[in-house]
């Protein structure tokens, strides 16, 4: 375990008192939770920038995990925020208050910094502790077998059934809490911002809950809610369903509970503060967290009983079990404690959280002093991480990455790895409880890196082992290309494997992802293309040698779209004179593709008025084919024979050196000259690059190249933690402030270098400038790649070219949110 970065904010100048080192569970305290596309969310009492301490309340913040110091607000409530959540697919956003107030937002116009509430529910008086959203009934699941399997039967989409089903048994949007009392509810969107709500209570007697955790398993939730009364401590479970009469929206929800064993805490000193529910396919087990931390597994057991009351059919249990069942046994299922792990130095607990997904088998425990990895089959810690516990020193800054704390009791959070140095002030001021303890932690999906929140809303970020430092460099390779693997077929985003990965290993993680993808069937490779060709991107972006290969798959991925919008205008029925190019469509002949491209190439007769009036809808798309017409020429100039001896001796990527790149653009030159774009002469020399290279091919590229001067170069300067600045970990950054050492800006190579390349004031996704000169008005931003693009709303275009924009619409081309960035 390492920390990768800390935040720092700006201290208040008048604090509550005792506010850190209180015990107390009433107190609200700061949450965090990071989502699926690894985007965090995490509340604070007061506004990021308020030194003042003039906006207590709730305030609730996301954040791209790459660049965690541009946070944007996405609500403030006038009561503190008690439960936090994010739906499976990282898009819907659940904040509950104390009061009972629960709201889920979403994302306007997929901008990250845009939000708007999409429905509400109440349940008046109700302190909401804890939330999650229904299932949706897909599971992905990851089986052990050989690495050299097949990827379709090594990672399987499951289909399941969901939380709540709709019409036809499709599943319905919705989220359940859990409130301080033991209300569990259940909300639906109805009509209008109003959800539809039911409710039901673990126990008749209201209990006082003081922690609560909800999972999902076989279309139920699994609730399990820490109590207290009096002296008596114990953990109440119960299989929730949420079912509704009829599949009919206006029907109302109605929510069952059964009981399951509850766990009894015999010792008085066991105060659980923090819950967490480990599940596989064969156990149920439940993390409890207080003074120290204990594993407890539902089983099923068997008591035998006299032959006279063993009549009728024997009763089983409510959960998967391995008991023996015989006529003469009465089966049930009771709580057994498996494991237990103490703290040391007399602290307690304050969260664990456990891996949510199949590959990562490991939790995460806070303390206010230290954090804890802990597997599930051993009873020792893997790895511990201590916290500085006073302010008289916090960790050094890296070279100009950010700024140290100015006020050491703001201070360091979570100390570094050993052996690194601190920094320390020039005066030292001994304050007690002046460090900030950590009050939260979550894990990301692919249980790559853990993100803790500490008492003043300072986040850190921790990489995970993968799998263990001992562990061979073969294995380490093939244990992070199945979980990029895992990420392509679930769709999760994989930052968080990328940024932890050992810079030793990219290119044996690039050659192994590619050999692996390319022995996969057909079908396989066709549907899941275009995330190979995005993580193939990721991978090589991270290393600052490979930028240029990176730029060549962004632009094979452009062009990848472009081909497909241009597909959809030639499907229809088309003139004699254009059957050529719908045959190009047919992916069942690709041989008679080079036949026909030839043919096109040789002679097109664009002079019949049906050619014409045919090829009229591809006027709209002319911008997409400029960019393949100089995407082509830069193709052609990286022939030159300095790069040729430099490619012999490293591995990468270019596109005159891929058949199947070189296709595709020899398709959109020929579109290309059908629109009257140009490119007359590059369908000669692209038709040529499948054939052995003889030097006449090498003087015709450079003699096009030098009539044309037009490049493309699509690695554009960024600033993110993933970024290969080779700046050392640890990083310490400040909210708001960008740090100007993070910027890296690829430097093009000579042949990808003119006059017209396109550069930070052009949409890097339509091939055009952003208006305004220099100074654009209004454009959305990546913050993980750089790319910039015209704010989508935007007045009706034509299909075709909604049709290309749209792929980018929810999301970059490297998978990054987009941001709205405006100069009004």
């Known amino acids: 375990m390492e920390l990768i970065y800390s935040m720092r904010r700006k201290p208040l100048k008048c604090e509550p008192p005792h506010f850190d080192i209180t015990s107390d569970p009433e107190i609200i305290r700061p949450i965090c939770t990071i989502s699926t596309c690894n985007i965090i969310a ?146 639906q969107a109805g009509e209008g911002t109003r959800a539809q709500v039911a409710s039901d209570c673990l126990r008749s007697p209201r209990d006082h809950i003081c922690a609560a955790s909800i999972a999902h398993k076989n279309g139920n939730l699994l609730v399990a809610a820490a109590w207290r009364r009096g002296s008596k401590r114990g953990v109440r479970c119960a299989v929730c369903s949420v079912l509704r009469s009829n599949t009919s929206r206006a029907s109302p929800l109605a929510v069952q509970l059964q009981p399951l064993p509850t766990v009894y805490l015999l010792d008085d000193d066991i105060s659980p503060v923090s819950l967490c529910w480990w599940l596989r396919d064969d156990t149920d087990a439940l993390l409890i967290a207080g003074n120290n931390l204990t594993l407890w597994k539902l089983t099923e057991r068997s008591y035998p009983v006299h032959k006279l009351l063993s009549k009728g059919p024997v ?36 969260h664990v959280c456990a891996a949510r997904l199949p590959p990562a088998a490991h939790a995460v425990l806070a303390t206010p002093r230290a954090l804890h990895l802990l597997p599930r089959d051993t009873h020792h810690y893997l790895v511990s991480r201590p916290i500085v516990s006073n302010g008289t020193s916090a960790p050094e800054t890296a070279a100009g990455a950010g700024t140290p704390p100015k006020k050491i009791k703001y201070g360091p959070g979570l100390a570094p790895v050993s052996g690194a140095p601190t920094w320390k002030p020039k005066t030292e001021t001994h304050l007690s409880g002046g460090a900030a303890t950590v ?133 229809d029925d088309k003139p004699d004179a254009l059957a050529a190019l719908a045959a190009l469509l047919d992916d069942h002949a690709p041989p008679d593709h080079d036949k026909n491209l030839l043919a096109l190439e040789a002679k097109m007769d664009l002079t019949s008025e049906g050619t014409l009036q045919a090829l009229q809808p591809l006027q709209a798309l002319r911008r997409p084919l400029q960019r393949a017409l100089h995407t082509a020429l830069t193709a052609l100039a990286a022939m030159q024979p300095s790069n040729l001896h430099q490619m012999q001796h490293q591995h990468g990527y270019e596109l005159w050196c891929a058949a199947g790149s070189a296709g595709a653009l020899r398709r959109l030159v020929v579109l290309a000259r059908a629109c009257g774009r140009g490119g007359d002469a590059l369908g000669r020399a692209l038709s040529r690059l499948s054939m052995p290279h003889k030097p006449d091919l090498l003087e015709e590229c450079a003699l096009l190249c030098a009539q044309a001067p037009a490049r493309v170069w699509d690695a554009l300067p960024r600033c993110c933690v993933a970024a290969p600045h080779g700046r050392a970990w640890p990083l310490f950054f400040e909210y708001g402030v960008e740090p100007k050492s993070l910027r890296y800006v690829p430097e093009p190579p000579p042949f990808a270098q003119s006059d017209i390349t396109p550069s930070l004031d052009m949409d890097s996704i339509r091939y055009m400038y952003l208006g305004g000169g220099r100074r654009a008005a209004r454009w959305r931003q990546c913050g993980r790649c750089g790319a910039r693009a015209l704010a989508a709303a935007q007045p009706s275009r034509h299909p075709l070219q909604r049709a290309y924009d749209g792929r980018f619409v929810a999301a970059c081309r490297c998978g990054g949110k987009w941001t709205l960035v405006s100069n009004v």
């Open 439 to 571: 009050w939260c932690v979550e894990l990301s999906a692919l249980g790559s890196v853990a993100v803790a929140l500490d008492s003043r809303s300072q986040l850190h970020v921790y990489k995970l082992l993968q799998p263990a430092p001992d562990v061979p460099t073969p294995l380490s390779v093939q244990h992070v290309t199945s979980l990029l693997e895992y990420s392509m077929v679930s769709g999760y985003d994989c930052l968080d494997v990328l940024m932890t990965l050992k810079s030793n290993i990219v290119e044996a993680v690039y050659e192994r992802l590619t050999e692996n993808f390319q022995r996969q069937a057909q079908s396989f490779q066709q549907y899941y293309y275009h995330s190979w060709l995005k993580l193939r991107i990721s991978l090589c972006s991270l290393s600052g040698a490979w930028q240029s290969s990176a730029a060549a798959l962004s632009a094979l991925q452009l062009c990848g779209a472009a081909w497909a919008a241009c597909a959809g205008a030639l499907r």
């Open 42 to 187: 995490f509340t604070s009492l007061t506004e990021l920038s308020d030194c003042d301490g003039d906006t207590w309340g709730g305030h609730v913040y996301v954040c791209d995990l790459d660049t965690p110091w541009d946070s944007h607000k996405v609500t403030s409530t006038v009561h503190p925020v008690s439960a936090l959540e994010w739906d499976g697919e990282g898009k819907q956003l659940l904040v509950a208050t104390t009061v009972g107030e629960v709201s889920v937002y979403g994302q306007k116009d997929f901008l990250l910094n845009e939000w708007t509430c999409l429905y509400t529910a109440t349940f008046p008086g109700e302190h909401i502790i804890k939330a999650t959203f229904f299932h949706n009934g897909r599971r992905v699941l990851a089986l052990e077998k050989k690495p050299d399997a097949p990827v379709s039967e090594r990672i399987q989409i499951l289909r399941s059934t969901p939380t709540l089903k709709g019409f036809g048994g499709v599943a319905c949007r919705g989220a359940c809490v859990i409130s301080s009392t033991g209300l569990v509810g259940a909300l």
């Open 315 to 350: 009763q089983g249990s409510t959960t998967p079990g391995g008991g023996p069942k015989t006529l003469d046994c009465f089966n049930t299922v009771s709580w057994q404690q498996a494991a237990a792990w103490p703290l040391e130095g007399g602290e307690s607990a304050t």
